[in-house]
């Protein structure tokens, strides 16, 4: 095995190396997002009965239904800010992503990091069909979809090599009419499962199962701080009046709540409002997406934010943090991590973990790191956004997989990007999005098209 250089913590670069003072970085869970990709919103078939889709009864049998429920039922970041998470997820419980036996004994075997969190889109059926989901997801059955008995036996051979953070998602993992029997056997086997959902179908009933099977933490997709904007960005009347009920019903249910917000164009300057609405809800966590224009986003290509702008949005997040009370994650913009530092820098501190919390020990772009995405029908790929198949669960073990892909390895090798990524300061705790580089280059190892930062070795060729 080649050596793991690319692991945050393996190959530091000397500012890292002096802030972690070798301490070693864990993963928060809620890089849950990083490849969830917020399925929202727009129905396409299920009725909405007074801005709430209808429940399983309603619906046809087999994959078509939602589940039912079973009858059985501070991470601080800028200025000290305790992050003062209201419901602290996984974490809370104690759990610890990839610090189990197994991934110890795989990491000291093979060189490689463990998976700590692997979001798996376990259908891809969903009530919605929003413009910019990643999953391109309609209502009804997809063909090929991975049964229960084969995510049964992909958890059996994932906890090998690890005890990840499971992001069961879609699609609406709610329309999976076995749910909680993954969920369920995700926990027999030390793995700790969470739900990324577009909420529209939480009730009671539902609501009432995730605290019984153990679901710490949910995130929904909120992209808009009104009904009016929200549902015409999702095309579906009554959708966010839907969502909003479901996050306060698993809310009453003592089920955390993270709000994504995927930021365009069209909405970068509601991320206070959206925030605000947030906090009114009282959730527990408040993560902007930045847009990565594959799947269905691909139609959205000229609403992702011009870079500068992108830019404003990831410093707007680091003031925010500063005061608010939700903890903040910005996703699927790995230079928020140099912005950390430069913001850091400028105020005389160091990115400590006692100062900014878990922010200081990980890294932007996990893809293929610590992080790996799950399609509906068993293919493997770095995160949801990045287009490539690196295997299939149905003919190779996951492990397998996780351990040999020349993709997966050359991710982990930070000394193989290109452009200005390679040349960067900052590629140890950035990285550069990889989806991005590849939709827009057509090479995952190409420098992130969306960064205005010079590195400093290239400073002196453009003045
Ligand atoms: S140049 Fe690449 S590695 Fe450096 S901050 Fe920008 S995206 Fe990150
Ligand atoms: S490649 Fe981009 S979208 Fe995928 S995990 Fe990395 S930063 Fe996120």
Request: aromatic share 6%.
């Amino acid at each position: 095995m080649a050596d793991n250089v690319g692991n945050t913590d393996a190959r530091p670069d000397l500012e890292l190396e002096e802030e972690f003072g070798g301490a070693r970085p864990t993963i928060d869970e809620q890089e849950l997002a990083e490849a969830e990709a917020g399925c929202g919103q727009t129905a396409v078939g299920i009725p909405m009965v007074g801005g709430r889709a209808v429940a399983s009864s309603s619906l046809s049998s087999g994959t078509d239904r939602p589940a039912e429920a079973s009858s059985k039922a501070p991470l601080g970041h800028p200025g000290g800010h305790p992050g003062a998470q209201r419901h602290g997820g996984a974490r809370s419980m104690g759990f610890r992503p990839g610090g189990g036996e197994a991934a110890q004994a795989y990491e000291a075997r093979t060189g490689i990091k463990a998976p700590r969190i692997i979001a798996w889109e376990i259908t891809r059926s969903c009530n919605l069909s929003c413009a910019h989901c990643r999953a391109a997801a309609e209502f009804g059955a997809y063909p090929g979809e991975l049964s229960l008995d084969e995510i049964k036996t992909t958890i059996d051979d994932i906890v090998t090599i690890t005890n990840p953070i499971i992001i069961l998602t879609g699609g609406e993992p709610l329309m999976r009419p076995d749910i909680w029997e993954v969920v369920d056997y995700a926990h027999e086997k030390g793995a700790m499962p969470v739900i990324g959902t577009n909420a529209t179908l939480i009730t009671d009933e539902i609501a009432s199962a995730m605290a019984e099977h153990r679901i710490p933490r949910i995130s929904v997709s909120v992209d808009f701080p009104t009904a009016e904007e929200h549902d015409a960005f999702r095309g579906e009347p009554g959708c966010f009046d839907a969502t909003i009920e479901g996050i306060r019903i698993a809310k009453r249910h003592g089920i955390g709540v993270q709000i994504n917000m995927t930021v365009t164009t069209l909405n970068h300057d509601k991320v206070e409002a959206v925030h605000d609405l947030a906090e009114s809800l009282g959730v527990d966590a408040f993560h902007i997406f930045m847009l990565v224009p594959t799947g269905r986003g691909e139609d959205l290509l000229d609403k992702e934010l011009p870079p500068e702008e992108y830019e404003k949005v990831l410093e707007w997040a680091y003031e925010r943090q500063k005061t608010s009370p939700l903890h903040f994650k910005p996703t699927d913009a790995p230079h928020y991590y140099r912005i950390i530092r430069q913001k850091a820098k400028a105020e005389g501190k160091k990115v400590t973990r006692e100062e900014y919390g878990l922010d200081a020990m990980t890294r932007g772009c996990l893809g293929g790191i610590t992080f790996c995405f799950i399609s509906h029908v068993g293919d493997i790929q770095p995160c949801g956004y990045f287009d490539m198949q690196l295997g299939n669960v149905k003919e190779q073990p996951f492990s397998a997989i996780w351990t040999e892909s020349k993709v997966f390895n050359e991710l982990r090798d930070y000394s193989l990007l290109k452009g200005k990524c390679g040349a960067c300061e900052y590629k140890a705790v950035c990285g550069g999005c990889r989806a991005r580089a590849l939709s827009v280059t057509g090479d995952y190892l190409a420098e992130e098209p969306y960064c205005v930062y010079v590195p400093k070795s290239m400073q002196g060729e453009c003045e």
